[in-house]
């Protein structure tokens, strides 16, 4: 785990470790850190409980229109008063009150661990004994001002979306896939029985491509109107079905973010299979995903492999199968445009 911000020590890293890689036993990390950015315009550094409340409970309360299950745990009065305030049963006053008391129990204390581990920057200090909230630091607005801000902000949405889809699911996770859905650009999970839309699939990848292009490490966006708004590319392309047409092409696996450079620009990838050096980074990027929780790891692990070497394999027959079919000399390599993150 700690090589994921080791190789790039970065607050966007920081941040992005904890909302893809901490443990997910409630969504109770994502309302905070939803929270955070809702309250980041208004300058305060010293940010109480009943402040806190009001954005972090309106949160958790949209998110259990969508899914009622939010958490492992088979019983929550915090999460019961949610529910009553969206059955109109509470007021809001009373939710807040209620939010106080109950909600912020333990994600205060968890939300900066990982993997059993605190990670090198907080972007606020617990000061629940003396001002009754917490003091938001100079590496959160620092955050702020980053050109990936809006990216996190998506990204967080799109990491609840998944995990929450799991528990409702509630399903064995193993029986649980994620697809790419290409007309509408989503993934879609699939336990056997029903397909479920989940969320966009650029905010779901973006954090584990650090918002760089998977090929030459530009910065890319998730944010539509902006002119560097990535392309989600095939890194096998589709022709890896004439090799065996049970490989998952639109498999999480095989799925990257790409400046439209690289994807379709004068020199783009197109179909060509990219270089080996290339391949080497998906297995990488997968890598990365698989130290993530359900759904995403476990999709990868029934798609590729459950131990690293044979995901290593996996990847290296769909590799050489392509080779044969558009020429083993053919090979893509972009022209390099940022440092190497991974």
Same mark, same amino acid.
């Given at each position: 785990m700690s090589r994921f911000y080791e190789i790039e020590p970065t607050l966007e890293n920081y941040w992005r470790s904890i909302i893809l890689f901490g443990r997910n036993v409630a969504s109770y990390k994502f309302a905070l850190a939803k929270a955070l950015y809702d309250l980041k315009d208004a300058g305060e550094t010293v940010i109480t409980l009943d402040k806190l409340a009001e954005p972090y409970s309106k949160h958790i309360a949209q998110h259990l229109i969508l899914c009622d299950k939010q958490g492992t745990s088979e019983n929550s009065r915090f999460l019961n008063a949610c529910r009553e305030f969206n059955a109109n049963q509470i007021t809001k006053d009373q939710l807040i009150d209620t939010t106080v008391k109950l909600g912020f129990n333990n994600v205060i204390d968890a939300f900066h661990n990982v993997h059993n581990q605190e990670v090198p920057t907080r972007f606020f200090i617990d000061d629940r004994k003396t001002k009754n909230g917490i003091v938001l630091t100079d590496?959160? +607005?620092?955050?702020? @001002?980053h050109f990936q801000y809006e990216s996190l902000k998506n990204e967080t949405e799109a990491r609840w979306r998944l995990v929450e889809t799991a528990w409702e699911l509630n399903l064995p996770r *193993?029986?649980?896939? !994620?697809? +790419?859905?290409e007309d509408t650009q989503e993934l879609l999970a699939d336990n056997k029985l029903r397909r479920v839309s989940v969320t966009s699939a650029r905010p779901s990848l973006n954090g584990y491509q650090k918002g760089k292009c998977f090929y030459c490490f530009r910065e890319i966006s !998730? =944010?539509?109107s902006h002119p560097d708004f990535a392309d989600v590319d095939h890194f096998f392309p589709h022709a890896l079905r004439q090799c065996d047409p049970e490989k998952p092409v639109n498999g999480v696996a095989n799925l990257v973010l790409s400046c439209t =450079?690289?994807? #379709?620009? @004068?020199?783009?990838?197109?179909?060509?299979? /990219?270089?080996?050096?290339?391949? @080497? #980074?998906l297995y990488s990027r997968n890598e990365y995903l698989i130290t993530? *929780? *359900? /759904?995403? #790891? @476990?999709?990868? !692990?029934?798609q590729t492999g459950y131990t690293s070497d044979q995901r290593r394999d996996y990847l290296q027959a769909a590799y050489n199968c392509s080779s044969l079919y558009y020429g083993v000399s053919k090979k893509w390599q972009p022209m390099k445009q940022g440092n190497a993150i991974f």
């Open positions: 590496a959160f +607005y620092l955050l702020g @001002e *193993h029986l649980i896939q !994620i697809d +790419y859905k !998730i =944010d539509q =450079d690289c994807n #379709r620009g @004068e020199n783009g990838k197109f179909e060509k299979l /990219p270089a080996i050096d290339l391949l @080497e #980074r993530s *929780h *359900h /759904p995403l #790891r @476990e999709t990868l !692990i029934a």
